[in-house]
């Protein structure tokens, strides 16, 4: 893609031309809605080790306290992902937020936030190699509906 058709593709905008109104615009606005709006209403967890080996590793990062798994203390994991959410958890505490909700809820929208970035992603790379927005369009709907099945 060159930087004249890439500066094209994301300054596109819905207009009366353009009738499908799949723009990068568009899709980013349904997809960011839907996954932070899936992170506020979901009520569970999908696997422990969303816990144990970033969340709370994280919390024990800012806070000093916390349970670590034998990976951590063994010095086997990386601290990568979990720096992501410390980040998060050290400017809620400055600002004086980290309250229960502020510190189960903030983390759950970062990673809607990052989920939707990858769906733009979807969305994109299906426009580039098929050179359909319909295609895109199906593409980037189905890899939502079935991502977390």
């Given at each position: 893609?060159?930087?004249?058709?890439?500066?094209?593709v994301l300054?596109?905008?819905?207009?009366?031309?353009?009738?499908?109104?799949?723009?990068?615009?568009?899709?980013?606005?349904?997809?960011?809605?839907?996954?932070?709006?899936?992170?506020?209403?979901?009520?569970?967890?999908?696997?422990?080790?969303?816990q144990?080996?970033?969340?709370?590793?994280?919390?024990?990062?800012?806070y000093?306290?916390?349970?670590?798994t034998?990976?951590?203390?063994?010095?086997i994991r990386?601290?990568?992902h979990?720096?992501?959410f410390?980040?998060?958890?050290?400017l809620l505490?400055?600002c004086g937020?980290?309250?229960?909700?502020?510190?189960?809820?903030?983390?759950?929208?970062?990673?809607?936030?990052?989920?939707?970035?990858?769906?733009?992603?979807?969305?994109?790379?299906?426009l580039?190699?098929?050179?359909?927005h319909?295609?895109?369009?199906w593409?980037?709907s189905?890899?939502?509906?079935?991502?977390?099945?």
């Amino acid at each position: 893609m060159t930087h004249e058709r890439e500066a094209d593709v994301l300054s596109e905008v819905p207009s009366a031309g353009n009738t499908n109104g799949w723009t990068t615009r568009v899709v980013l606005l349904g997809v960011l809605t839907f996954r932070l709006a899936n992170a506020c209403v979901l009520q569970t967890w999908f696997v422990p080790d969303e816990q144990w080996q970033s969340l709370e590793v994280a919390y024990k990062l800012v806070y000093g306290y916390g349970y670590l798994t034998w990976e951590w203390t063994e010095g086997i994991r990386g601290y990568t992902h979990p720096l992501l959410f410390a980040t998060v958890y050290w400017l809620l505490k400055l600002c004086g937020l980290d309250n229960t909700f502020s510190l189960t809820l903030v983390p759950r929208l970062v990673m809607g936030f990052f989920a939707a970035l990858s769906d733009v992603c979807v969305y994109h790379l299906t426009l580039e190699y098929l050179q359909s927005h319909a295609a895109a369009k199906w593409a980037v709907s189905i890899f939502v509906a079935l991502r977390d099945l």
